[in-house]
């Protein structure tokens, strides 16, 4: 019935012959995006025409799903059922993807072709997130082929289309389908590493809260050589009000937004050691940006963040000599599960009252995507550490949460699944921006960990069932 490494091998000959990158080249190549209008078709046949037939030829039984949220775009579930006293895991991915921002990509590249250039892929998705759930999936392929046909459990997918709009409609649909969906663990693929050379595990994901910050002083601009100096700047008064709020190295000031005095001890065990890096091309880690004394890994995985998002005041495509009427800043909190985000707005409008800041409003103000944390030392967590670590011959480095967001709130509220995401990319990757690539090599490391995965999943060992 094969073995553990003919499965790895499996996984690794369809890189190295390059049927997964045609498959990758193939995905890529459907526009999904759900940012921009007219797309809707892209975003169905994502689903009906690339990964549907692709679960068919795996024994997955599948179906497409009308969103519960009126015009948000459709989800797919399927499951493969083998025997139902084995352990089941649940897959989760989003074909959808920011918008292509074609015109701002390097000549010669096009977010809707994967292209192969200096030692990259290319390519809208390739990292967030169809190169992500597309590494799974190809590993469990390899594994049912070498074991003739069976896994020796059980496995369920989801897969929305709306991840890059806030994954609209997917908490009602979860809750509505918590027996179709049930499982002893998601295990899933999103985001980045801790840095490109060391295989991650995250437990969880910050989360994100949003706000405006607003001074508007009137309905219409004022000559600035009668007025100013004479009556109050809007965009001056906005830019006191983000000083107060961080200083210029990057420390919070409102402190009932952060987890207490400091990082979690146990959040602090965990990210010992742990380091942060970007590879080639990524920004910089400014040392001394953030919280003082923290390392960068508790700054970035145990800390809140404030972040201005967009700032405006006048009209700076075509400034006249005025002053203007008002001032606007969309401003983001990333924040971690030990934060309390029903603490954000109040503690914020205290902070910029005592602050001589009445004028300053608050518009908009909510979460975009709750946090989300499993224990990193769950038996889900360290098995899949364990595997990993057989499968590549190394260390696998185990975080409380990624950095970015994901809706793993989702999961752990209707299902209560532990969560083990396995990030298959980097910082540096450009997600979101133009010019967003994966690494070959770190492509089949996640084709080679997940082929163990996937093997040692029906092998005796896997933690206790609930």
């Given at each position: 019935?094969?073995s553990?490494d003919?499965?790895?091998?499996?996984?690794?000959?369809?890189?190295?012959?390059?049927?997964?990158?045609?498959?990758?080249?193939?995905?890529?190549?459907?526009?999904?995006?759900?940012?921009?209008?007219?797309?809707?078709?892209?975003?169905?046949?994502?689903?009906?025409?690339?990964?549907?037939p692709w679960?068919?030829?795996?024994?997955?039984?599948?179906?497409?799903h009308e969103?519960?949220?009126?015009?948000?775009p459709?989800?797919l579930?399927?499951?493969?059922?083998?025997?139902?006293?084995k352990?089941?895991?649940l897959?989760?991915?989003?074909?959808?993807?920011?918008?292509?921002?074609?015109?701002q990509w390097?000549?010669?590249?096009d977010?809707?072709?994967m292209?192969?250039r200096?030692?990259?892929?290319?390519?809208?998705?390739t990292?967030?997130?169809?190169?992500?759930?597309?590494?799974?999936?190809?590993?469990l392929?390899?594994?049912?082929?070498?074991?003739?046909?069976k896994?020796?459990?059980?496995?369920k997918?989801?897969?929305?289309?709306?991840?890059?709009?806030?994954?609209?409609g997917?908490?009602?649909?979860?809750?509505?389908?918590?027996?179709?969906?049930?499982?002893?663990?998601?295990?899933?693929?999103?985001?980045p590493?801790?840095?490109p050379s060391?295989?991650?595990?995250?437990?969880?994901?910050?989360?994100?809260?949003?706000?405006?910050?607003?001074?508007?002083?009137?309905?219409?601009?004022?000559?600035?050589?009668?007025w100013?100096?004479?009556?109050?700047d809007?965009?001056v008064?906005l830019?006191?009000?983000?000083?107060?709020?961080?200083d210029?190295?990057?420390?919070?000031?409102?402190?009932d937004?952060l987890?207490g005095?400091?990082?979690?001890?146990?959040?602090?065990?965990?990210?010992?050691?742990?380091?942060?890096g970007?590879?080639?091309?990524?920004?910089?880690?400014?040392?001394?940006?953030g919280e003082?004394?923290?390392t960068?890994a508790?700054?970035i995985?145990?800390?809140?963040?404030?972040?201005?998002?967009a700032?405006?005041?006048?009209?700076?495509?075509?400034?006249?000599?005025?002053v203007?009427?008002?001032a606007?800043?969309?401003?983001?909190?990333?924040?971690?599960?030990?934060?309390?985000?029903?603490?954000?707005?109040?503690?914020?409008?205290?902070?910029?009252?005592a602050?001589?800041?009445q004028?300053?409003?608050?518009e908009?103000?909510?979460?975009?995507?709750?946090?989300?944390r499993?224990?990193?030392?769950?038996?889900?967590?360290?098995?899949?550490?364990?595997?990993m670590?057989?499968?590549?011959?190394?260390r696998v480095?185990?975080?409380?949460?990624?950095?970015?967001?994901?809706?793993?709130?989702?999961?752990?509220?209707?299902?209560?699944?532990?969560?083990?995401?396995?990030?298959?990319?980097?910082?540096?990757?450009?997600?979101?921006?133009?010019?967003?690539?994966?690494?070959?090599?770190?492509v089949?490391?996640?084709?080679?960990?997940?082929?163990g995965l996937?093997?040692?999943l029906?092998?005796?060992?896997?933690p206790?069932r609930?």
């Amino acid at each position: 019935m094969g073995s553990r490494d003919g499965a790895i091998a499996r996984a690794q000959g369809e890189f190295d012959g390059g049927g997964f990158r045609d498959r990758l080249a193939a995905l890529v190549a459907i526009p999904s995006t759900s940012q921009d209008p007219g797309h809707e078709a892209d975003l169905r046949r994502y689903l009906t025409d690339a990964i549907g037939p692709w679960l068919d030829r795996m024994g997955f039984s599948r179906t497409i799903h009308e969103n519960p949220e009126p015009g948000a775009p459709p989800l797919l579930t399927a499951e493969r059922i083998e025997d139902r006293s084995k352990p089941t895991v649940l897959l989760y991915g989003h074909g959808d993807t920011v918008r292509g921002l074609e015109d701002q990509w390097a000549p010669g590249l096009d977010p809707w072709v994967m292209t192969e250039r200096d030692g990259r892929w290319y390519g809208r998705g390739t990292a967030d997130n169809k190169g992500q759930h597309a590494i799974n999936l190809a590993a469990l392929e390899a594994v049912l082929a070498e074991r003739e046909g069976k896994l020796g459990a059980n496995v369920k997918f989801v897969l929305e289309m709306s991840e890059e709009r806030g994954s609209r409609g997917l908490r009602s649909f979860v809750g509505a389908n918590r027996e179709r969906l049930a499982a002893d663990a998601l295990i899933a693929s999103d985001g980045p590493r801790v840095d490109p050379s060391l295989p991650t595990i995250a437990t969880g994901t910050r989360g994100s809260f949003h706000f405006d910050l607003v001074a508007k002083l009137r309905e219409g601009g004022v000559h600035s050589g009668h007025w100013g100096g004479l009556t109050t700047d809007p965009a001056v008064l906005l830019c006191h009000a983000i000083a107060s709020i961080i200083d210029s190295k990057g420390r919070i000031a409102v402190r009932d937004w952060l987890p207490g005095e400091t990082v979690p001890n146990s959040v602090r065990a965990v990210l010992a050691g742990c380091p942060v890096g970007g590879g080639e091309g990524a920004a910089t880690v400014d040392e001394d940006w953030g919280e003082p004394g923290l390392t960068s890994a508790e700054k970035i995985y145990g800390w809140a963040s404030f972040i201005v998002l967009a700032m405006i005041s006048g009209r700076p495509e075509s400034p006249v000599n005025a002053v203007a009427p008002d001032a606007r800043a969309t401003c983001q909190i990333r924040t971690t599960v030990d934060c309390d985000p029903a603490r954000f707005e109040p503690a914020l409008r205290k902070h910029l009252d005592a602050h001589g800041l009445q004028k300053v409003t608050i518009e908009n103000a909510g979460m975009r995507m709750p946090a989300s944390r499993t224990d990193p030392d769950a038996p889900w967590v360290r098995w899949a550490q364990a595997s990993m670590e057989k499968s590549l011959g190394g260390r696998v480095q185990v975080i409380p949460n990624a950095s970015g967001g994901l809706p793993g709130d989702v999961f752990v509220d209707h299902l209560g699944v532990p969560l083990v995401w396995v990030p298959h990319s980097y910082n540096g990757c450009k997600q979101h921006g133009p010019d967003e690539h994966v690494l070959p090599a770190m492509v089949r490391e996640g084709l080679t960990a997940f082929a163990g995965l996937w093997w040692d999943l029906g092998e005796p060992g896997t933690p206790p069932r609930a």
